[in-house]
């Protein structure tokens, strides 16, 4: 079979993008464009067996990051196991907002793959960062990435910031589970390849980043992902606990917190 030929054969099954990244993976060639140079090519037998692997395994809801073992983050690239969530794009904002806020510390809760902590810290070469998760499999991942991309980052295992002594007015960053189990508009059967500590959280997906902010008491900076549709409560609770919003931008929520509001509240 030729390299036109699987492509054409496995479209009919998988998206075409799809179907061409899987091949360029294993014909280990640059990019995309190896395909159509070479596309009345023989593709040798172990090379379409293996490729037939990961159709079958996309075939069946698999995301293609996992099969592959890696995902592109903000112009790098991330080992993914199934211990971490897949970076998604929407993610990728953090990073503009958080280079934006010059920040001396960063405090990355949840870390996952790292994507987020290890990307600061490549492009803040000054920064301070420290990576928080409570997965003791996804921290390995992370520390993994921290060590392949050449970044210095202080990792460690706790439930959320709780016990940890901050540094001085932080920048907080936390994309921490806030899939809610009811909505039924999301992919269940490819979300159901993630880790599942990484998704869900109780009170309609906002436990976490209600205890989160919670945990926050002195001044510091905030950069939240949540749904859209959750925003506005988000913005509700953090006021209530001292933190005035600046601005959000697609799924993210920036805010600063100063002592003086929150022992406001909490006279
Ligand atoms: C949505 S994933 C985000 C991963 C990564 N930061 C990203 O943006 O791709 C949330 C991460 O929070 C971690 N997590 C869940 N509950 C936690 C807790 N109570 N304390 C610290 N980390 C937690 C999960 O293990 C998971 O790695």
């Not at 921490?176 to 309609?204: C, G, H, M, R």
Request: one cysteine or more; glycine letters at 4%.
């Amino acid at each position: 079979m030729t390299i036109s030929e699987w492509v054409e054969r496995s479209s009919k099954y998988i998206d075409r993008l799809d179907a061409e990244v899987i091949l360029t993976h294993y014909l280990q060639a640059h990019d995309r464009s190896y395909l159509v140079a070479h596309d009345d090519e023989e593709l040798p037998d172990n090379i379409q067996q293996a490729c037939d692997t990961m159709l079958a395994a996309r075939m069946r809801g698999k995301p293609l990051a996992y099969i592959l073992g890696y995902k592109e983050f903000y112009g790098r690239r991330f080992i993914v196991t199934p211990e971490v969530l897949i970076p998604r794009p929407e993610t990728e904002d953090i990073i503009d907002l958080a280079k934006a806020a010059k920040p001396k510390n960063i405090v990355d809760v949840g870390t996952g793959s790292g994507c987020i902590a290890i990307t600061l810290a490549l492009e803040l070469p000054n920064a301070e960062i420290t990576a928080i998760d409570i997965s003791d499999t996804a921290l390995s991942v992370a520390q993994k990435n921290a060590k392949q991309l050449g970044a210095k980052i202080d990792f460690r295992k706790n439930n959320l910031v709780e016990g940890l002594a901050l540094p001085e007015k932080p920048l907080i960053i936390a994309n921490l589970p806030y899939v809610d189990k009811t909505w039924n508009w999301l992919d269940k059967n490819s979300l159901s390849y993630e880790p599942q500590l990484a998704l869900y959280a109780q009170q309609e997906g906002l436990e976490l980043i209600y205890r989160l902010i919670d945990q926050l008491d002195n001044p510091c900076r905030l950069l939240l992902e949540a749904d859209p549709s959750q925003h506005e409560q988000i913005k509700k609770y953090a006021k209530l606990h001292g933190f005035s919003f600046r601005k959000s931008r697609n799924f993210i929520l920036s805010f600063t917190k100063n002592k003086t509001a929150h022992a406001n509240i909490k006279a």
